[in-house]
């Protein structure tokens, strides 16, 4: 009954932005240059393996995405990231790539892929690839070359350590059961470098053959109409090769060490030379190296390397044991501040490496989920840069249930697992830290329904469905107006429709309260007041700013806050005259 009066008012709200959003497109003072397609986009990213299987085999494909662009289209996001479709051996999901230009045999064909572009293009929907280059798989012909002798033409495409030179210094791995990044090959008696597993050999970025063979790769699917390029792991491409001694524990904070080193900017100089010069693509950079400085030498326009960063601070300061908001809200702050002028960033709160954005951020108890996962998409569509929003986090998608090791499929959980027990760790603390955060809480499939599998399959799913999609699912949302799924799709309007919330600049209020996050967003004398309160009770905010004759855009709750109390949960955007 409470739902019943709950639903009736909410749909008020959305009403009232609706009819905002219908009037909006704000006209700019803003100079045509600075404006950009992917500075405005809404940025969808999709799991292939996880998404919608059309065959039965439980794994995600390209037919069963093309079967689901309706859906796609409905949330009116305007660009798809989707992660790696190429041939692999799938040690990491297709971070290991055997082919560049084939497609993953589970996930379909190339005939596949190219009507999912044309389907995509034909909605307005823009297409982002992933590129792998810091690594290959070692089933890539490359490295079978690369491998079979010292002197094949191959040979330098990878880094080698010849064995008679003894041991070499110790480089730390993220994936390795015994995190050393050195893997020893008796063919030819000698070591790889692997930052990441020993099936994924960092290629050799020193070697100017590398680099063409990776701009070929990315013309090859440019050709075709792709959109833009996420470069994996690309802060770590470049490498001393001399391969010094790092002091020791410095694995504690190994991006100081293997981020942006040697060239990295030169050899992105080139490729926007070669590759980004000459097609309207979109590039952004996972991770940012250590720094501002770091962050900005990547992405501004100046610097003719790439568009946007995509940096970590924000997305780590979640933990199992809590988060502080004070912290949250300096560190975004901070992040926005230095990009104000110059450059630009991305904002998001989850991806395919994290447990799922409610479970972390939020409250996923039954009472809070659906208002705290309201509450984490305003603030991502409200924010300055471009938002990356995670596939099923529209739903409020919540952590998966893995209980025991078998359960899991991630590489880093697996590799992890053996090696913590190699040592001797408490298995069972391990255990319950993986519980939360193992990269598998975000990679289970889209609940479409409340049908077998959630709708995912006919087959049996590659990694467990949550067991909550009986009630968790897009078929119920859809009817329902008030679903974090419609609210979603209210927000994705209102930045469309409203510049200011792209460009406009953020002002933090109310900065010391411990319990809610409040700011404006402002362009050309358009402004908005955003308020959110991240805990479970009510919580005041005292802006200073008067709301008396404020116009409330969007809220989460039939009755938005207009004195600053706000209820759990609550986020409220208001326009101010
Ligand atoms: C970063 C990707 O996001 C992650 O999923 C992958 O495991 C590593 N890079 C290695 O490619």
Redesign the pocket.
């Known amino acids: 009954m409470k739902g019943a009066i709950l639903a009736a008012s909410v749909t008020a709200t959305l009403l009232v932005a609706t009819l905002a959003c219908q009037t909006s497109n704000t006209p700019t003072d803003m100079p045509a240059t600075d404006r950009k397609w992917w500075k405005e986009a809404i940025v969808y990213q999709i799991y292939p393996r996880s998404f919608q299987d059309s065959d039965g085999d439980g794994v995600g494909d390209l037919k069963g995405i093309l079967s689901r662009l309706d859906y796609i289209k409905s949330l009116g996001i305007t660009a798809v990231w989707l992660?790696p479709i190429y041939s692999s051996p799938n040690d990491?999901?297709g971070?290991?790539i055997s082919d560049y230009r084939g497609i993953m045999r589970e996930f379909g064909t190339m005939e596949d892929f190219d009507a999912l572009l044309k389907g995509m293009h034909d909605r307005g929907i823009k297409l982002i690839m992933?590129l792998?280059v810091?690594?290959s798989s070692d089933e890539h012909e490359w490295f079978q070359q690369s491998r079979s002798s010292r002197t094949n033409p191959y040979r330098n495409y990878y880094h080698w350590w010849p064995a008679e030179k003894g041991t070499p210094p110790y480089r730390y791995s993220?994936?390795d059961v015994n995190h050393d990044a050195w893997a020893y090959d008796s063919l030819t008696n000698a070591y790889y470098l692997h930052y990441?597993s020993r099936k994924?050999p960092d290629l050799n970025w020193e070697n100017p053959k590398v680099r063409q063979e990776v701009y070929d790769i990315m013309k090859f699917w440019a050709d075709k109409g792709v959109d833009g390029f996420r470069l994996?792991?690309f802060q770590f491409a470049a490498k001393d090769t001399t391969f010094p001694e790092f002091p020791k524990g410095y694995e504690k904070n190994f991006t100081l060490y293997y981020a942006m080193q040697g060239n990295l900017h030169e050899y992105l100089k080139e490729m926007n030379r070669e590759v980004f010069s000459k097609y309207d693509v979109m590039s952004v950079a996972?991770g940012a190296g250590n720094t501002f400085e770091d962050a900005h030498n990547l992405v501004d326009a100046d610097r003719q390397e790439l568009n946007m960063a995509y940096a970590f601070e924000g997305v780590d300061i979640a933990k199992p044991e809590g988060y502080s908001l004070l912290t949250f809200k300096e560190v975004f702050s901070r992040w926005d501040s230095s990009f104000a002028e110059k450059g630009w960033l991305s904002i998001f709160l989850a991806?395919?490496?994290q447990a799922r954005m409610v479970s972390r951020f939020g409250n996923d108890s039954p009472e809070f989920r659906a208002p705290s996962s309201k509450m984490l998409s305003t603030f991502i569509m409200t924010m300055r840069g471009t938002p990356y929003y995670y596939y099923g986090d529209e739903l409020g998608m919540t952590n998966g249930d893995f209980q025991r090791i078998e359960e899991f499929r991630d590489?880093?959980t697996l590799n992890e697992y053996q090696y913590q027990k190699n040592q001797g760790a408490d298995m069972a603390r391990f255990l319950e830290r993986k519980k939360f955060e193992s990269?598998d809480n975000g990679r289970t499939p889209f609940q479409w329904d409340d049908s077998r599998h959630a709708g995912f399959t006919t087959g049996t799913p590659w990694i467990k469905v949550a067991p909550n999609y009986k009630t968790i699912n897009a078929a119920a949302q859809e009817k329902d107006p008030n679903s974090c799924l419609n609210y979603f799709r209210e927000l994705v309007k209102l930045r469309k429709n409203n510049l200011a919330l792209v460009y406009g600049d953020y002002t933090l209020l109310d900065e010391a309260n411990p319990n809610t996050y409040s700011y404006t967003r402002e362009l050309d004398g358009k402004k908005f007041l955003i308020l959110l309160n991240f805990t479970s009770t009510p919580a005041s905010t005292n802006t200073g700013l008067d709301v008396s004759k404020a116009r409330v855009v969007l809220g989460n709750y039939p009755q938005p806050s207009r004195d600053g109390k706000l209820q759990p949960y609550e986020s409220v955007i208001y326009e101010l005259p």
């Open positions: 992660n990491d999901n971070y290991d992933d792998v810091n690594h993220l994936f990441f994924q994996d792991a996972e991806n395919h490496d590489v880093q990269r």
